[in-house]
């Protein structure tokens, strides 16, 4: 699929959206991290992991680096569940575009013009625009997929 910035996505990252949401068991996907290829023509699939500790995603994605070490953006999905008491326990899926502040402009927007065509294709409805890592807390990550009633 190509996308006006001239970045196609490649198909593994579809595949690995639909393994998120349809998996069951314990080996089911909790979340996706996506990347711009080095060669800036595709978004690549970088990990799918049924890893259960937010704490460990969380990190994984604002540790991101580049070729030369620097911080990186990446866009993720992830899968958070909760609880809303007697109405029960609930799933949603939230996009998070994470772009650190020291990213250069042209990166910043080769990532800002993927963006929604990528959550587009993916269909996620939620979405969380990162460049610290407070801004991806639990807490504010839970809020959004609860739409603010946990």
Not at 88 to 97: D, H, L, P, Y
Not at 137 to 145: C, D, F, G, K, Q
Request: proline share 5%; with cysteine.
């Amino acid at each position: 699929m190509s996308m006006p910035s001239g970045v196609s996505i490649a198909d593994e990252c579809i595949t690995a959206y639909s393994q998120l949401r349809s998996g069951r068991g314990t080996k089911k996907p909790t979340f996706v991290i996506y990347r711009i290829s080095d060669d800036q023509t595709a978004v690549v699939v970088e990990e799918l992991s049924a890893e259960k500790d937010f704490e460990a995603f969380r990190q994984k994605l604002s540790s991101a680096v580049d070729s030369r070490g620097n911080p990186a953006p990446r866009y993720a999905v992830y899968d958070v569940e909760y609880d809303l008491g007697e109405d029960g326990k609930r799933c949603k899926t939230v996009f998070i575009s994470w772009v650190p502040a020291s990213t250069p402009l042209k990166l910043c927007m080769l990532y800002a013009s993927t963006k929604e065509q990528l959550r587009s294709a993916l269909d996620v409805k939620l979405s969380i625009h990162a460049d610290t890592p407070d801004e991806i807390e639990w807490r504010t990550v839970l809020s959004v997929a609860s739409g603010g009633k946990v």
